[in-house]
């Protein structure tokens, strides 16, 4: 009994071993496993849809106008094969949610994800293969939805506030000077023992000198907004970062994405029909929302 006992605990001891070696040699990131030839994040995404109408809805006048909104939350997968192709996958293929008799399950399928670097931005898709209505929100299948958002690596985020953070300090300094300018017009006079008489503490700047300081100023504070209005705020970005396909670095997804519904037979044109927002999975309290 002792020596089969050793002998399946050898056996164990040597296919731990067998495995290690063969991910360390596969070169995958902690982040990464391998199936079928798809590399797959550990974690995966939970998407959060927002069905209903928008200001900016166009084309459907009856459709979602009574106010009603679909929240749908679908656990998902980006995924990048070895032949680089950028694929999108819900975990279980299909949407859950409440409708007025209980839980409603309609297959979905997901498709291709594509990333613009210069822009930041990301779009995937659904593919629905079942209608499903809730109130006026109705979709006739088969449609497929396209969701467009931003995301931002925390590399990204931090070299955004460095960049903010200098041309703020920038506009200090700007502002000082313009400041100053004003600050020995107004200085007190000082009385002239020789000329008996109270003269200016500073001699009056030339106006070509002044203009040029406050135009320095307003471009550099412009700069200093720009900046800060192209960085992403806490409060507009998912609570959390996870791992993405592509980035060496954890990414953060902006959640005012926008969902578009793809032209077909019965209009032309892509439509607005609600917003998106995406936490990673894992099992920090933040994940589950």
Not at 17 to 40: F, P, Q, R, Y
Not at 120 to 148: H, K, V, W
Not at 202 to 222: A, G, L, P, Q, Y
Request: charged share 30%.
């Amino acid at each position: 009994r002792y020596i089969s006992i050793w002998f399946m605990l050898f056996l164990l001891i040597n296919y731990h071993n067998a495995e290690s070696l063969v991910m360390s040699s596969s070169g995958l990131s902690d982040n990464a496993i391998t199936t079928n030839n798809i590399k797959i994040s550990k974690t995966g995404w939970r998407v959060a849809l927002n069905i209903g109408r928008e200001p900016t809805t166009n084309g459907m006048p009856l459709w979602g106008a009574s106010g009603a909104r679909l929240p749908i939350v679908i656990p998902c997968d980006f995924l990048l094969d070895n032949n680089d192709r950028q694929l999108f996958r819900p975990k279980d293929n299909c949407i859950r949610f409440t409708g007025p008799m209980g839980e409603v399950v309609k297959k979905v399928n997901g498709m291709e994800w594509s990333y613009n670097e210069k822009e930041n931005t990301i779009q995937f898709g659904f593919e629905f293969l079942e209608s499903f209505t809730r109130r006026d929100i109705n979709m006739d299948a088969p449609c497929t939805i396209y969701c467009e958002g931003k995301v931002y690596s925390t590399s990204d985020i931090k070299t955004m506030d460095e960049r903010f953070y200098k041309a703020r300090d920038e506009s200090y300094e700007a502002e000082e000077i313009v400041n100053d300018v004003q600050r020995r017009k107004e200085a007190p006079r000082k009385w002239n023992e020789e000329k008996g008489e109270w003269e200016k503490r500073f001699e009056d700047e030339s106006s070509v000198v002044t203009f040029f300081k406050r135009m320095n100023f307003e471009r550099i504070e412009r700069d200093e907004k720009d900046k800060n209005t192209s960085r992403p705020l806490p409060r507009d970005l998912s609570l959390d970062c996870g791992p993405f396909p592509g980035f060496s670095d954890e990414v953060y997804v902006r959640n005012d994405g926008v969902i578009k519904l793809k032209s077909n037979k019965f209009w032309k044109g892509d439509i607005v029909i609600g917003s998106w927002s995406a936490e990673p999975i894992s099992n920090k309290p933040k994940s589950y929302y």
